[in-house]
């Protein structure tokens, strides 16, 4: 392997919750095998947010924490979340208001999600393996838009509440051009999904990506309602390369998507702007799990892949992280979430040992 020049990037790792700093601490010690493996120098600094950071600081992140943010080339992150607010709705100061606040305060509007089954885990799925294999997704899923952010009203005798769906054109334009020059660097298809039969918004969204279309006619760039969208999905999810959508369409459709590649421990995803990007599990603080040293690190590890992968066009060091993962996944290690009782020879590993596994595995190949 040849050496490349010496990059220096300055990384946050904020665990967060739950099993957010268990799996983490494996996605920080897997950037420092790629820095010592490949000859760059990643600087680490940590911050609170979530539940962890309201009992430190009384603030779901603090102002060190997202000072520290703006400062750094990238972010790795856990998760939040504590059963205590699961509990009770009705607790103002919460740990998902860090995770919001971060992703506002760095304009983070596109989430990046890779829906890629291994064929070490086809066996694992629900779902038919001749149906799977090779199933490979990028998901843009728009982040700052939508019913979740336009206008609520609500009857004061609870008799109607409505949620405003809104779009502006420069929120579909900015990430459609994301997706696009994405779709480039892939199999050159993009699938935008709408509801443009019914909703003037899901109109304006087409119309929009049809525009930006035109500047990639390299690109296969096709429309889908999100019903048809979300049965396609199942039916034959190879037809996909990159899937372009809303925020609301896109929450849904991300998750039914994460059964194609088996279970939420495997599933990374990015959040990005213009600036600083927040790289993270999809995969919540589990708190069923949480201290027992059985979570899954892939997710964050493949995480951490994302960040050397989108964040600093380390494509040769992304493929090598994703490499030891297949190997490892291979040899027959799998964590409680992965296992399968038709998989031979199968080792069930926890947190720690699949870490040190990926580690070990990354120094030799
Ligand atoms: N981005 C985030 O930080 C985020 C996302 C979703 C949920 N949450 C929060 O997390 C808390 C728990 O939520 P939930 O239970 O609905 O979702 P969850 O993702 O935490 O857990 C769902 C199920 O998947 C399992 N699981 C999740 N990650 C795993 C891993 N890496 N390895 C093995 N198994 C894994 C859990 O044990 C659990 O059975 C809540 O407080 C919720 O608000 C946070």
Known sequence: MAKRDKISKKILVIGGDGIGPEVTRWGKRVLEAVAEKYGHEFVFDEGLMGH?????????LPDDTLEKARKSDAILFGA?????????????????????RIRKELGLYANLRPIKLFDELLSASSIKPEVLKGADILFFRELTGDVYFGEKKKADDGSWASDLMIYHAYEVERIARKAFEAARLRRKKLCSVDKANVLESSRLWRAVVQRVAADYPDVQCSHMFVDNAAMQLIRDPLQFDVILTANLFGDILTDEASQIAGSMG?????????????????????????GKGLANPLASILSAALMLQIGFQM???????????????????????IADKHTE????VGTDGMGQQIIQQLAYS
């Open 52 to 60: 962890a950071a309201i009992e430190a600081t009384g603030n779901p």
């Open 80 to 100: 939040i979340g504590h059963p205590k607010y699961d509990q009770d709705p009705s607790l103002k100061v919460r740990p998902e208001q860090g995770l919001l």
């Open 266 to 290: 495997m599933l990374a995803s990015a959040s990005v702007g213009d600036g600083t990007g927040l790289y993270e599990p999809i995969h919540g603080s589990a708190p069923d799990i949480a």
């Open 315 to 337: 494509q040769e060091e992304a493929d090598a992280v994703l490499r030891a993962v297949e190997q490892v996944l291979k040899k027959g290690y799998r964590t409680v979430d």
């Open 345 to 348: 020879n199968s080792m069930i």
